[in-house]
C-alpha cells in the first residue's frame, strides 16, 4: 500500500503544503497514516489535516475529538472546520453536504497547497455507476481525476488505484482505529444504495469489477480530453467581438455535436455550471434563431447567456438592482458599489473625463439609467441613449452604468470613456 501512495505522490506538482481530508474514518486514517510513515523517509512538503464539522450527525462532536486525537498522536496539526450543511426542501443532503465541505476547505487553502482526499478504487467504481445511471455523458463518466484545480490549489486522489480491501488490511496491520459514519447504511442515499444492494451482486459476478469500472471511467477521461482540445480549437474559430463572447454566425457554421461541446467549453472555461442536455437545446434553438435585435436569455441556476447583436455573453446571474437608487460621492476616496460589483475611482474622473475633485464645492450625485439623459460628448451635446448604442454596450449593462451628476448635469458614465471611443 505504502509503495503504491509513494508513486502517486510522486507525479504530484509541487506545493507549498498538503492538506489531507480528514473524516475520521477508515479511508481517511489510512491516508494520514500512510503519509506520516512516508514523512520518515522522505522530504515532503509539510503537513496538515483538516477536518469539516457538519453538525448533522449528533456523533459529529465526537469524530472531531477522535480526529483531534489521531493528529495530535501523530503530531500533525488539524484543523476543524464548523459549517451549516442543512438542506433546504427537495434538496440531496449528499450534494448539499459535500458543498459545504469543499467550500470550506476552498477557503481555508493558502494558494499552491494540495488537498489530498482518500478516495479509492471502489468509490471510482461507484463514481461511474452513479454517473451512467444519471445520463452522464464523457465529462462525468471519467468520474473523479486523480489531480484537479481546486480552490487556489489542487485537489488529488492518491489512493484511486488501491482496492478497499488493501486499505482495510494495512489498517488492520498496523492496528488503527477509525469512526463510522451511521449515515452511510442508511439506503435512502443512492450511493448506499448502490453499494449495499447492487455492487455486491455485480462484484460476485464479476470479480473485477472495480478495476474493469476504473479503466472505463480512465478512458472516459482519455475521451473527454479530445473533446475538451477540440472545443478549445473550435472556441478560437468562433470568437465574438467582444472578448469573452462567441460569434452566433460563427457557431452556427458548427455541426451540433460541435456547437454543443465548443458550448460546454466555452462555460467549463468561464466557470459557469452546465446546463442539462434540455436547457441547452433549448439555449441553442433561441440564440442562433433570434433575429439579432432580439436580445434572448436563457437561464439556469448559477448561470445564464444573453445574446447581442452577433455575440453571446455568459456569466453569473446578474444581481437586480433599484433604479432609483441614488448615491452622493465626495470624491476624495473610491466609492463601492456592491451591488454593481464596481468601485469608482476619483483618479478616473481626472484622467478620463478631465474633472478635478478637489475643485467640487459639493458631492457628486450618482445615479442610474432612467431615459433621456445627454452627455456633453467631444464638444457636443448627445443623447446617453444613442452613445451607448454607438459604443455596443448591452442593453442589460447600460442600465447598471453609474452616471455621475454634479447638480443635475450628468457629466461622466462609468464604463464610457471618451478618450477610448472611435
Same mark, same amino acid.
Given at each position: 500500500?505504502?509503495?503504491? /501512495? =509513494? !508513486?502517486?505522490?510522486?507525479?504530484? @506538482?509541487?506545493? %507549498?503544503? &498538503?492538506?489531507i481530508?480528514?473524516?475520521?474514518? +477508515? #479511508? ?112 462525468? /463518466? =471519467? !468520474?473523479?481525476?486523480?489531480?484537479? @484545480?481546486?480552490? %487556489?490549489? &489542487? ?6 488505484? +488501491? #482496492?478497499r ?10 492496528a ?47 475521451a ?7 472545443a ?45 442536455? =434540455? ?45 432609483g437608487?441614488?448615491?452622493q ?20 474622473l ?8 478637489s ?51 450628468l ?12
Amino acid at each position: 500500500m505504502l509503495d503504491s /501512495l =509513494a !508513486a502517486a505522490l510522486e507525479r504530484l @506538482p509541487p506545493a %507549498p503544503r &498538503w492538506l489531507i481530508g480528514l473524516s475520521g474514518g +477508515l #479511508d481517511s486514517h489510512v491516508l494520514l497514516h500512510g503519509l506520516h510513515v512516508l514523512s520518515g523517509g522522505r522530504t515532503l512538503p509539510p503537513l496538515a489535516a483538516v477536518h469539516v464539522h457538519h453538525g448533522l450527525s449528533p456523533h459529529a462532536d465526537r469524530w472531531q475529538t477522535h480526529c483531534e486525537s489521531l493528529c495530535r498522536d501523530l503530531s500533525i496539526p488539524l484543523r476543524v472546520l464548523v459549517v451549516d450543511a442543512r438542506p433546504a426542501t427537495g434538496e440531496s443532503p449528499e450534494a448539499v453536504a459535500r458543498a459545504a465541505r469543499y467550500r470550506a476547505i476552498a477557503d481555508a487553502m493558502e494558494p499552491g497547497a494540495i488537498l489530498l482526499t482518500a478516495h479509492h478504487r471502489r468509490d471510482q467504481a461507484e463514481t461511474l455507476l452513479l454517473q451512467l445511471l444519471r445520463g452522464a455523458g464523457p465529462a462525468g /463518466l =471519467a !468520474a473523479m481525476p486523480r489531480l484537479k @484545480p481546486f480552490g %487556489p490549489g &489542487w485537489q488529488a486522489r492518491p489512493l484511486l488505484d +488501491l #482496492d478497499r480491501d488493501t486499505l482495510a488490511d494495512h489498517a488492520r496491520k498496523a492496528a488503527l482505529t477509525w469512526v463510522e459514519d451511521d449515515s452511510n447504511a442508511d439506503p435512502r442515499f443512492d450511493r448506499n444504495l448502490l453499494r449495499q444492494s447492487v455492487m455486491p451482486r455485480l462484484r460476485a459476478r464479476w470479480p473485477s469489477l472495480d478495476a474493469t469500472l476504473s479503466r472505463a471511467a480512465l478512458l472516459q477521461a482519455e475521451a473527454q480530453d479530445l473533446l475538451a482540445e477540440r472545443a478549445r480549437e473550435d472556441l478560437e474559430q468562433v470568437r465574438g467581438r467582444v472578448p469573452g463572447t462567441l460569434s452566433v454566425a460563427g457557431l452556427a457554421g458548427l455541426r451540433r455535436p460541435r456547437l454543443r461541446n465548443a458550448l460546454r467549453g466555452w462555460l467549463q472555461d468561464k466557470g459557469l455550471p452546465m446546463p442539462g442536455r =434540455a436547457r441547452l437545446e433549448s439555449l441553442i434553438e433561441q440564440m442562433l434563431k433570434a433575429g439579432s435585435d432580439a436580445g434572448p436569455r436563457v437561464a439556469w441556476e448559477g448561470a445564464e447567456v444573453r445574446r447581442y447583436r452577433d455575440d453571446l455573453y455568459a456569466m453569473r446571474p446578474l444581481v437586480p438592482v433599484d433604479a432609483g437608487r441614488v448615491w452622493q460621492w465626495t470624491p476624495t476616496a473610491p466609492l463601492r458599489l456592491p451591488e454593481l460589483g464596481i468601485t469608482l475611482d476619483p483618479a478616473i474622473l481626472r484622467s478620463h473625463w478631465a474633472l478635478d475633485p478637489s475643485t467640487l464645492t459639493a458631492p457628486l450625485t450618482v445615479r442610474l439609467r432612467r431615459g433621456g439623459e445627454v452627455i456633453r460628448w467631444r464638444g457636443q451635446t448627445r443623447s446617453l441613449k444613442k452613445l451607448l448604442q454607438e459604443a455596443g454596450i448591452p442593453p442589460w449593462e447600460r442600465d447598471r452604468l453609474p452616471l455621475i451628476h454634479v447638480d443635475e448635469q450628468l457629466v461622466a458614465v462609468w464604463g464610457m470613456l471618451p478618450g477610448s471611443q472611435d
